[in-house]
């Protein structure tokens, strides 16, 4: 290296030193003063001349920093690159991280030809945990396109492991993405798996990889909350593959018997929810991967000294977990009707200890570990959505399956469930509508009478007799047998039903030819209970001419005769009335008439019985006393005074009575012409009479 060159036409002499100073003393006597340039007046000498390794010499001797050292080394970079030399300008770009933004370099190799320094350049950036999520990208798509399986496994797996057990030294959710789209599937699911990206992880196998019996057994090691969320959004495509393990799966997380033993932190540890890459700036990535490096190497000492967390203890302080409910997982079974019912049924004999009744004993429920046994309102809608689901099921599957054996046996568990509502919470109304959809009588017909429809069970038969008359039932009745059938049930506590039944007896010629005898009977038991009178029987049977006089001759001469027989005794009654009636006013004519004396011919008192002396007492009423037989003050007969005061207090009532229209009104509305006599007899609707007292 020559730091100073010129010409001495006399010849040098001498050359001295003094400190940082030099002196060249000439031949003729002529002293040179040469001084030592500045640090960049130099550097840019040996840029000039390219002379950068030396420049860096330079620089580290002078106590350049390493921010200018990084620029010589890009300039020698630049210098290299715009030479060919690709590998070269590569060692020196190198140097410069840290302190030079990638991108300068990362442009200049984006060229095919120079994608191994490319690799090269953003595998030393992610060493140094300076990458972001686009750098990751970058050199993820490197190794992909040179179908580098060894540098991609490097990275991932062995790069991996250089994080803090929580994150990678590079954006995760980069990784996945790039591997997914390049077919690396082994790749991003062994990420999404040591990180608990669950989620991605299972639409890796499901979605990518089809390896749909590797997301199962990856669902059942995770805990409940995680499978609960996962299995609603997977669980239509395991069931489309793995319908048998998946129904199984999906029994056990909602009874709670397959997820009881899973260790606590399988749910304490929740996957990072995935982000789009744009979602994370370059600059706060480098940041947290910073972050955490100095966080986890200044907290290693201590971690590894203290003891490990009791997940036991944890476990024995929490609360009782809700288990999830399976209304959320109905819509996956669409098109696996068998296995809805088996899941629906095995649940609930789990879940609930519901089971339907098979000819033996009912097995006893299995009880879940840490659950909540007090039921609410959620769990009773669930409880309610399984039965109205397995009633609608077994209805469905009753008219798809030609096996009679097999669809029979389907009605009947239909039937035994809605026989016992208790023991099978369902909702009626549904019910209804579901039976009424498919059908099914035997269930319209029990619905109906849990909802004390019994005329509609009445109509129903009739209107399946009069649409369809030579109809039969299940038990192979025709439908007006079975309407005198239910008859014969519900009309003892619902009489009103008789007449509507001979309306309907009466209706058709071919329904009277079979059931004479039952319209026979129906008479004798409307004449028996008084249900409607004699009239009412004959409009019904002349509405039209299916019923002749014949049929009843017998029953309306017994009624007429009935009727003579009331209506000589009540003729025989007023008789006696009437007498009573008139005996009663003249002897109040006679009491009345102040000309005509009253004359007492008792000789007996009427207390004491004995013989009647001075000073004695008449009342009115032809009783007499002795005085001493009566109270002080006493001016009513002992002997009349009870009933006198029953009439005295009827009259009281029946005046209060008069007081109240409002209460009258009522009850005309409710009853009619009954109401009306009732108040007659009362005085409401009479004249008002005035009682006079006598003097």
């Known amino acids: 290296f020559v730091a100073f060159s010129g010409p001495v036409k006399e010849g040098v002499r001498d050359v001295m030193f003094r400190g940082d100073e030099i002196y060249v003393l000439a031949n003729d006597g002529q002293l040179s003063h040469l001084e030592e340039k500045a640090t960049s007046v130099k550097l840019e000498t040996l840029f000039k001349q390219s002379r950068f390794t030396l420049a860096i010499s330079v620089a580290r001797t002078a106590g350049v920093d390493e921010s200018g050292v990084a620029d010589i080394h890009r300039q020698y970079g630049d210098h290299l690159y715009a030479k060919g030399d690709d590998d070269g300008a590569m060692q020196q770009y190198v140097r410069t991280i840290g302190y030079l933004q990638p991108s300068y370099v990362i442009r200049k190799f984006l060229d095919a030809k120079r994608i191994n320094n490319l690799t090269l350049f953003l595998q030393e950036l992610h060493a140094r945990s300076l990458a972001n999520a686009d750098h990751t990208t970058l050199l993820l798509n490197t190794y992909t396109k040179l179908k580098d399986i060894e540098r991609l496994d490097t990275f991932i797996k062995t790069e991996s492991h250089k994080g803090d057990g929580q994150e990678p030294p590079f954006d995760l959710d980069t990784a996945i993405r790039v591997c997914r789209q390049a077919g690396y599937f082994e790749h991003a699911s062994y990420l999404a798996k040591k990180y608990k990206r669950h989620e991605d992880y299972l639409r890796i196998q499901i979605e990518d990889a089809g390896s749909y019996k590797d997301a199962l057994a990856y669902v059942k090691e995770l805990g409940p ?22 129904t199984q799966v999906l029994i056990e997380l909602c009874s709670g018997t397959g997820f009881a033993a899973t260790t606590p932190e399988a749910d304490d540890r929740p996957a990072t929810p995935a982000s789009a890459p744009g979602d994370r700036t370059p600059s706060g990535h480098q940041r947290q991967a910073t972050m955490r490096r100095s966080y986890h190497d200044g907290e290693s000492s201590s971690r590894a000294s203290s003891p490990p967390p009791n997940h036991n203890g ?45 000819g033996a004993a009912p097995q006893p429920a299995t009880k879940a570990v840490q659950l909540a046994d007090t039921p609410d309102e959620a769990d009773k809608g669930d409880q309610i959505a ?95 047998d079975e309407v005198l059938r239910h008859l014969a049930v519900y009309g003892p506590a619902h009489p009103h039903l008789y007449p509507l039944v001979l309306r309907f007896l009466t209706s058709s010629a071919a329904l009277l030819s079979r059931h004479t005898m039952d319209v026979m009977g129906i008479l004798e038991k409307i004449d028996k209970e008084k249900i409607i009178p004699p009239l009412g029987v004959v409009q019904i049977l002349s509405r039209n001419d299916v019923a002749s006089v014949g049929l009843v001759k017998d029953w309306l001469m017994r009624r007429i005769k009935d009727s003579r027989t009331e209506i000589a005794a009540d003729r025989e009654t007023i008789s006696a009335y009437r007498k009573d009636t008139m005996s009663k006013l003249q002897e109040v004519a006679e009491l009345s008439d102040p000309t005509n004396p009253r004359v007492f011919h008792v000789t007996r008192c009427s207390a004491c019985s004995g013989p009647l002396d001075l000073p004695a007492v008449h009342f009115m009423c032809k009783h007499s006393y002795h005085q001493r037989c009566l109270g002080d003050h006493e001016t009513e007969c002992p002997n009349c005074a009870q009933a006198h005061g029953l009439i005295k207090e ?45 003097t």
Request: aromatic letters at 10%.
């Open 314 to 358: 944890l476990a024995s302080r929490r609360p009782p977990r809700r288990r999830p409910s399976p209304r959320q997982y109905f819509a996956h079974f669409v098109n696996h009707v068998d296995y809805f019912v088996r899941f629906l049924e095995e649940l609930a004999q789990l879940r609930w200890g519901q089971k339907l009744p098979t």
């Open 225 to 246: 909350e995680t499978a609960e969320t996962n299995l609603a959004r997977y669980g239509r495509a395991m069931l489309a593959n793995l319908p048998d393990e998946t």
């Open 650 to 694: 009827i009259k009281r009532d029946n005046e209060a009575f008069m007081q109240q229209q409002d209460l009258f009104l009522a009850n005309v509305q409710e009853s009619g012409f009954e109401a009306i006599a009732e108040g007659f007899s009362k005085g409401l609707l009479g004249p008002k009479v005035e009682v006079v007292p006598l």
């Open 386 to 480: 399984v039965w109205n689901t397995l009633l609608e099921l077994y209805l469905t599957r009753s008219g798809q399956i030609q096996d009679a054996s097999a669809s029979a046996a389907l009605k009947n568990k239909a039937v035994a469930v809605l026989q016992d509502e208790i023991s099978f919470p369902y909702d009626q109304s549904h019910a209804l509508l579901i039976c009424s959809t498919y059908n099914f009588t035997d269930g319209l017909i029990i619905l109906w009478e849990k909802m004390g429809m019994y005329e509609d069970i009445l109509r129903f038969w009739m209107e399946k007799e009069n649409s369809q008359p030579n109809a039969t039932s299940t038990n192979g009745k025709r439908a007006s």
